[in-house]
């Protein structure tokens, strides 16, 4: 069956680089999109971006300046970089499937989602 | 940005009940809804995509309607597992966007 499982550091300094990775199994990441999503603590739902096996990505605008997502379809993971980080920044990141509307959009709903990895920023 | 407003943000109801929960959005999305189950220190559940369409093995007591800028969410019989807090999110634009959520709790 498909799985998602993020992975990386718990805690990151304020100004410095939050790196997860996320390992998918069950399934190629071809012919799929692959999506960053955060929570903060108590809070709603934020969409980060996403990247497709061929590499396009695209990013909310409120992080775009900070955030990077790559894929490695050799190893069927797909990253996510966020610099500089602030307090805010605290939150569950979860990667997830998007199943698109088409199969060259990355506009779609999230059908498999990752268990989180809570980071928190703090120095 | 689509701004998606979902209603109540939260609602108490007992096992048995009918419970609808409303998502509004910024701009005609038509159909691009979908709707998440998210149970605590979990990550969301698909339940509704294409604003009616069940996904695989999510009971029919749950359903949704709606097109446009207006949409519903509907437990037809409450059960125990289905206290939740329970999300919309639309994929018709980028940035992809999600309702604050609708907490649904044990009266």
């Known amino acids: 069956q498909v799985q998602l499982r993020e992975s990386g550091p718990g805690l990151v300094k304020p100004s410095e680089t939050l790196s997860l990775t996320c390992t998918v199994s069950?399934?190629?990441?071809?012919?799929?999109?692959w999506t960053w999503i955060r929570q903060p603590p108590g809070k709603g739902l934020e969409w980060i971006g996403f990247?497709?096996?061929?590499?396009?990505?695209r990013y909310n605008p409120s992080l775009k300046s900070r955030v990077t997502i790559s894929a490695d379809t050799s190893k069927n993971q797909f990253s996510l970089n966020l610099w500089p980080v602030t307090a805010a920044d605290t939150a569950v990141y979860y990667c997830?499937?998007?199943?698109?509307?088409?199969?060259?959009?990355?506009?779609?709903?999230?059908?498999?989602w990752g268990q989180g990895s809570l980071v928190a920023v703090s120095s | 940005d689509i701004q998606m407003t979902q209603s109540p943000s939260s609602l108490s109801a007992s096992v048995g009940d009918r419970v609808t929960i409303t998502c509004q959005a910024s701009?005609?999305?038509?159909?691009?809804l979908s709707w998440y189950q998210q149970k605590p220190g979990k990550a969301p559940n698909l339940l509704i995509y294409?604003?009616?369409n069940l996904e695989r093995g999510v009971p029919s007591r749950f359903s949704g309607s709606g097109s446009g800028t207006d949409f519903s969410f509907t437990i037809s019989s409450l059960q125990p597992e289905d206290f939740a807090t329970y999300y919309c999110?639309?994929?018709?634009?980028?940035?992809?966007?999600f309702g604050g959520g609708t907490k649904v709790e044990i009266k």
């Open positions: 997830a499937r998007s199943y698109g509307i088409s199969s060259t959009s990355g506009r779609g709903y999230f059908d498999y």
């Open positions: 069950g399934v190629s990441m071809i012919s799929y999109y």
């Open positions: 990247v497709s096996y061929t590499g396009s990505t």
């Open positions: 701009q005609d999305i038509t159909d691009y």
């Open positions: 294409d604003a009616s």
């Open positions: 999110q639309q994929y018709d634009d980028l940035p992809l966007t």
